[in-house]
């Protein structure tokens, strides 16, 4: 038995040296104690930007998923100034970043109004994040730049004031090598538009895993939990708004003051899981993913009610050649939706999930009229007949996006069709099609005082708008304020 004991030491201790002369690291986190001064930098930014199209709306993608800043007025114009700060500090045990932006926006017929779309500060703790005011609420592993967006958090809406506490980044499980790693948080938000429900708030938590690390082969796994909650509805009161509400909330159990909410759960409960299979290698990597969205009880993706429905995307990033850096395509169904029937001759299907819908929140999953999901579910500031809640909750949609830079013009082109069934469950009648266009070219000229100029050029062609043409240029400029 001590011979055997022994043996077990010296491979243990054989490997260790080996790990260790192979560098490895049982939880390589990046985190060093030294790292170079004079990066920190606090900048001034300004912008005006000016948008005109010949339709009823301006273009799909001139206004969909920039989180709110672009008005649907064919003509509209906005002033954004402020100050911000990155974190620039990725293997330093703490970092920070914060930004103050404001937002004047005029648009035709006259109106105007100002807001925040930042105004927020950021600390990390060692691998802990901590969030708290306006920035956006964004959980994507796909390219960003040319994804039409999550079905949870596409970026479409103004970003809601919230505070976050969590993981932001993958980092490795202690143990692992690098090969294990893990990220998630959780969010309490404040629901500030008051359209329907008063003084309501938004939950979210989420948790991922990926496999392989440094392998050319890596398989994540994310889980996203969201759900409205609390407040005071025209209708039904407050239908609570304490701890006991929060808890329910939190494990999406039955609870509150109405018969729904104590049949099935207190709030307005959606989720989404996401597959990624990941090949990289050096200077170029490919993603292939598969996003479901859910809003009965939950079940592993590829299963459940709803396995019809959902985001499924390619995309190529590359670095060695600059005129094609990136290339999408994707695919959305949310035709299915569990079924045709809820429930029918006293039995319970629990189909007809209405996507983005509540009896509720009637104003649904949307924030100042517009969807904080994919923006192909159709915003309500697009009703014509003054409904506030979602009008088009059934789409199929096949989007393509590719970016890169030629001789210092950054461009970028995005191309979506998309077929429109409304909301009735049992027709599979196309009500409307739109296909929406995009060409955006930016550049920066140091011989201008350092400004960026874009040009975005877009056109819907269909009927679920109409047709139309719109430009939106842009001129911005960054200013250092302060370095150390």
Not at 58 to 70: E, Q, Y
Not at 114 to 139: C, E, K, S, V, W
Request: with cysteine.
């Amino acid at each position: 038995m001590k011979n055997k004991l022994l043996v077990i030491g010296l491979l243990l201790l054989s490997l260790s040296a080996q790990a260790r002369r192979l560098s490895w690291d049982w939880w390589p986190t990046a985190i060093q104690d030294s790292v170079p001064a004079g990066q920190d930098t606090v900048r001034g930014y300004f912008g005006i930007s000016a948008v005109a199209s010949s339709g009823t709306y301006a273009p799909f993608w001139l206004v969909s998923n920039t989180h709110g800043d672009i008005s649907t007025s064919p003509f509209s114009g906005n002033l954004t100034a402020g100050i911000y700060k990155q974190a620039v500090h990725p293997q330093r045990w703490w970092d920070y970043d914060f930004a103050v932006l404001l937002t004047g926006r005029v648009e035709y017929p006259a109106k105007g109004t100002g807001y925040f779309n930042q105004l927020y500060a950021h600390l990390r703790l060692y691998i802990f994040d901590i969030t708290a005011g306006i920035q956006p609420l964004i959980y994507e592993t796909q390219d960003t730049a040319l994804s039409m967006g999550s079905m949870i958090f596409s970026g479409n809406s103004h970003p809601l004031p919230r505070i976050t506490v969590g993981i932001d980044r993958y980092v490795p499980f202690p143990g692992c090598y690098g090969y294990f790693e893990i990220k998630g948080g959780i969010t309490h938000a404040w629901m500030a538009d008051n359209i329907y429900m008063k003084h309501s708030f938004l939950h979210h938590k989420f948790a991922a895993v990926r496999f392989g690390g440094r392998l050319p082969v890596n398989i994540s796994y994310e889980f996203h939990h969201a759900a409205q909650w609390g407040g005071i509805s025209p209708l039904f009161g407050d239908i609570g708004s304490g701890w006991e509400a929060f808890r329910n909330v939190l494990m999406a159990h039955a609870g509150g003051v109405m018969a729904n909410d104590q049949r099935n759960a207190q709030g307005n409960h959606v989720g989404s899981q996401q597959l990624m299979l990941t090949t990289k290698g050096k200077g170029w990597e490919i993603n292939a993913y598969w996003q479901n969205f859910f809003e009965d009880n939950f079940a592993f993706i590829g299963n459940g009610q709803n396995i019809a429905d959902g985001l499924w995307g390619i995309g190529f990033k590359q670095t060695r050649w600059p005129f094609i850096q990136g290339f999408t395509y994707e695919f959305l169904n949310t035709t299915d939706q569990s079924g045709p029937w809820h429930d029918r001759d006293g039995l319970c299907y629990a189909g007809n999930d209405s996507y983005y819908q509540n009896s509720v929140f009637k104003n649904g999953w949307n924030y100042f009229y517009r969807s904080m999901g994919t923006p192909f579910i159709t915003s309500p500031v697009y009703n014509t007949d003054g409904t506030i809640h979602t009008l088009n909750s059934r789409v199929r949609v096949h989007h393509f996006g590719v970016r890169g830079d030629i001789y210092g013009f950054q461009y970028r082109l995005k191309a979506s069709y998309a077929r429109n069934y409304g909301n009735d469950p049992t027709s599979r009648q196309v009500l409307s099609t739109n296909t929406a266009l995009l060409l955006e070219v930016n550049k920066h000229v140091e011989q201008a005082w350092g400004m960026d100029f874009g040009i975005h050029l877009a056109a819907d062609i269909g009927t679920q708008f109409g047709n139309s043409f719109g430009a939106q240029i842009t001129i911005s400029k960054k200013m250092v304020i302060g370095k150390w």
